[in-house]
């Protein structure tokens, strides 16, 4: 009696494993259990979105059903709680957060909405959810925000300079993202852009390097390549007017200097004053460094097992039989690598023409690296381990000649440098 007892003691638990244990193994379980946890966290959105996941796949999932529900009503509360602290506050743009706030609202309540009927297990009762539609509190929020940013931007428009015009045009198209057509704020966006417009100029670097122009006009190569990228990029030419090698050269004749003659500072500033500019550009390649062609090898010995031969038996039955022998294989390897690479060094600054002033200044480095790896052996294949067996699948490469590495180190300088004037225009 007591045996049967434990065994049906079992045969339940298994059942139950089997009903809610399976569960968690399906795409349904797996979104529950992650909503479960973005519950813990406190990030009740989360928990609503992978729970309505989870119930458009499984509609009677008890798990979800429950969770849902106090997600939904947390994840309201923590909006609504937000949003009436954010008005009481006299942050100056605080309706852009109201604004994602009731974003979010809609989005759950969205969620809600979009469920498919959801009914309890026991009672076969229709679970019900009073949603909201925030619609007309967003777009009173939108209003509030756009006008908060227009009005800045009014403030410092009425200011003088081309960093303060900046900060108005920005404010304006800050405006314009939650109303497109506020007001006049698309005009006046414009018309503080046009006037916090840097006119730049960047002359090819100076080579200190000692290399005496080994690899053409490598400085030349960097400042077009570093002009190109930012022409490239609409946002980062939003503020941004830079001037062409054209125009430096015609105005560098005319002070009978070459593009390379602007020896120190006050010289750039007196071009850049003919030139009409807000700020110059100049920097120095200090060093160049080309790293030869090496290539190094090793030899190991692997060992695998693998079948070496065949053996009789004779099994249970008195049948004879046969079957693998396994043994050790081996296997000598010779590893190469081959290696070279460039290094450019140097730096740069940027000068404010109407003061003369150093507005920014760094160091710079660009790097290019070569390395090929290949294997060649003798004696068994099936000694080898899997990365040895992909490196004697590689056949040898020659390296990139040493210009071709210099010019890789180049372009990578540029786009780095490209990259930090971009931020620094925006």
């Not at 730049?200 to 077009?224: E, H, N, T, W």
């Not at 002033?357 to 060649?376: C, I, P, Q, V, Y």
């Amino acid at each position: 009696m007591k045996a049967k007892k434990i065994l049906l003691l079992g045969m339940i638990t298994l059942t139950l494993f089997f009903i809610f244990g399976c569960a968690a193994f399906t795409q349904y379980g797996k979104l529950d259990k992650s909503a479960h946890q973005y519950y813990a966290q406190g990030s009740y959105d989360l928990a609503v979105f992978n729970s309505a996941k989870a119930l458009r796949l499984n509609p009677d999932y008890e798990k979800s059903q429950m969770l849902i529900q106090d997600a939904f009503r947390a994840g309201s509360n923590a909006h609504k709680n937000k949003i009436k602290e954010l008005k009481s506050s006299t942050a100056k743009f605080k309706w852009d957060e109201i604004v994602s706030e009731y974003q979010a609202l809609i989005k759950i309540n969205q969620t809600i909405r979009e469920l498919p009927t959801l009914k309890t297990k026991k009672t076969k009762e229709v679970i019900k959810f009073e949603t909201t539609d925030y619609t007309k509190e967003l777009a009173e929020s939108k209003t509030n925000a756009a006008e908060a940013h227009y009005q800045e931007g009014l403030t410092l428009s009425r200011r003088e300079g081309i960093d303060i015009q900046k900060k108005a045009a920005k404010e304006f198209k800050a405006a314009m993202s939650f109303i497109p057509d506020y007001k006049e704020a698309s005009s006046l966006y414009d018309k503080s852009r046009k006037a916090g417009i840097k006119r730049l100029a960047i002359i090819p670097f100076k080579d200190k390097s000692g290399k005496m122009g080994k690899y053409g006009d490598l400085s030349g190569m960097i400042v077009d390549d570093i002009v190109s990228n930012l022409m490239a990029d609409q946002s980062a030419m939003e503020f941004l007017e830079i001037i062409s090698r054209d125009q430096l050269e015609m105005v560098m004749q005319e002070q009978e200097l070459g593009l390379t003659g602007i020896i120190d500072d006050n010289t750039a500033v007196e071009v850049g004053k003919v030139l009409g500019l807000h700020e110059i550009l100049t920097g120095k390649i200090t060093q160049i460094i080309y790293t030869p062609e090496r290539t190094i090898s090793k030899n190991v010995k692997q060992k695998g097992k693998a079948v070496v031969g065949e053996e009789k038996y004779v099994d249970k039955k008195g049948k004879t039989r046969t079957r693998n022998v396994y043994g050790d294989v081996y296997a000598n390897v010779t590893i190469y690598t081959r290696t070279t690479g460039a290094k450019i060094s140097g730096s740069y600054k940027v000068i404010d023409i109407k003061t003369a002033k150093l507005k920014k200044s760094e160091s710079f480095t660009g790097n290019s690296n070569f390395k090929h790896e290949w294997a060649k052996f003798s004696g068994d294949e099936r000694a080898l381990d899997r990365e040895t067996r992909n490196l004697a699948s590689n056949t040898e490469s020659p390296a990139p000649v040493e210009d071709e590495m210099i010019n890789k180190a180049a372009k990578n300088l540029s786009y780095s440098l490209s990259s930090k004037l971009k931020e620094y225009a925006r």
